[in-house]
């Protein structure tokens, strides 16, 4: 979310502090009010609900979020190039500002369902690379959306790490790590082989 230096500005930077630390349900809007030195009426005549307040924080992170992340991947030549420079990015961006990476991972449960089609979206921008990929045959056909599934898992398992402080370290520096792993994730075949029947029959002659 881009720090403004007007009025709105001031009251996001404030509840984004008051989300993270207290949590959202846990914040009211007189909490946000008291942080910024407003009354609660002059809040309201910016935001008429701590839900929109909230709506509009997600909205304008999740489209910055989406639009790094698609210019990232667009400056590389390659599909490994791109999933490796966008894994990198969420880590850096994690670093640069935790405290809204957390807010992100804290509402979007709440937040999704509200994404239209035509807002740019991160998840979608990394499914686009992962089904292109595919189909040059940079990695194994399959189904793109339970490929970008696994590759954000690796990305947002491990930042929920580095929240609860199980990882120390700045999720930068693992970041050739998660690369590579995502990577490999999408290599993998999604069908397993079948045995054919004579490797079928070879194996039940073993059970028996």
């Excluded at 009354?39 to 929109?52: C, I, P, Q």
Aim: proline share 4%.
């Amino acid at each position: 979310m881009k720090v403004r230096g007007d009025t709105k500005g001031r009251i996001e930077t404030a509840a984004l502090k008051l989300f993270v630390d207290k949590g959202v349900a846990e914040t009211s809007i007189r909490d946000i009010a008291l942080a910024v030195g407003f009354s609660d009426g002059a809040l309201y005549r910016h935001y008429a609900s701590k839900d929109e307040l909230v709506w509009c924080m997600f909205k304008a992170s999740f489209e910055s979020y989406a639009q790094i992340t698609a210019d990232i991947a667009a400056k590389e030549a390659t599909s490994r190039g791109k999933i490796a420079a966008m894994v990198q990015n969420f880590c850096n961006l994690f670093d640069e500002d935790s405290r809204l990476f957390r807010f992100l991972m804290l509402v979007q449960h709440g937040q999704l369902d509200r994404v239209t089609p035509d807002m740019a979206n991160p998840v979608e921008t990394v499914r686009s690379v992962i089904a292109d990929a595919m189909a040059k045959g940079d990695i194994p056909p399959g189904d793109a959306d339970l490929a970008t599934a696994m590759v954000m898992g690796i990305i947002l398992q491990t930042a929920t790490f580095k929240v609860y402080g199980r990882i120390h370290q700045p999720l930068g520096g693992v970041g050739p790590i998660l690369a590579e792993a995502c990577w490999k994730t999408l290599c993998v075949p999604q069908k397993s082989p079948r045995a054919s029947p004579q490797q079928s029959i070879a194996s039940k002659g073993l059970s028996q």
